[in-house]
């Protein structure tokens, strides 16, 4: 079994719905144990700044899956969710966005996969709730609580829980 760290994000529809309901569709996929769950946020848009605002959130799973399998079960369900990736603009609006940004300690270079996610270091709407769930697990040579250190997270709101 693997420990994965998933990324979730989306600003398109009901994305906390959309959370809500992936999150056990990805698990069913993956055959996959919730490990934990960050709250979700509300986060500036990121790359292309004229589309609403994102809600951004981390889960920690527990599978027997490869990378390369879990990926195909993310896509999938991004898939499910109406997600386009062939028609859709780079870092603009999306219905769920689902990434790997670390797999047990494993580093993979592959067309279309690399572990650690290569920028998750970078982005605050991955670190905040990344920084909930697994503070201090070392992914590429630092832990989340180091690398949301040395940026800035302004805008970013945690949301109250669903009822």
């Known amino acids: ?5 998933i990324g979730l994000g989306g600003n398109v529809g009901d994305a906390r719905l959309s959370f809500a309901r992936a999150i056990p569709a990805i698990c069913g996929g993956a055959n996959a144990a919730l490990r934990a769950r960050s709250s979700d946020y509300r986060t500036p848009p ?10 951004n ?11 390369g399998d879990l990926l195909a079960v993310l896509h999938d369900v991004e898939q499910e969710f109406g ?3 062939a028609g859709e603009t780079r870092w603009g609006p999306r219905t769920l ?3 790997i940004l670390a797999y047990d300690d494993q ?3 592959l067309p279309g996969l ?7 270091f970078e982005r605050a709407f991955v670190l905040v709730p990344l920084a909930e769930i697994a503070p201090d697990r070392a992914i590429g040579g630092q832990t989340p609580r180091q690398a949301l250190a040395k940026i800035v997270a302004t805008g970013i709101t945690r949301l109250p829980a669903l009822a």
């Open 1 to 5: 079994m693997a420990d994965a760290l």
């Open 46 to 55: 990121w790359g292309e700044p004229d589309q609403p605002s994102f809600i």
């Open 57 to 67: 959130a981390c889960i920690a799973i527990e599978t027997p899956l490869a990378p």
């Open 83 to 85: 997600r386009d990736r």
């Open 97 to 99: 966005d689902l990434d």
């Open 107 to 109: 580093r993979i270079d």
């Open 114 to 120: 690399t572990i650690p996610h290569p920028r998750w």
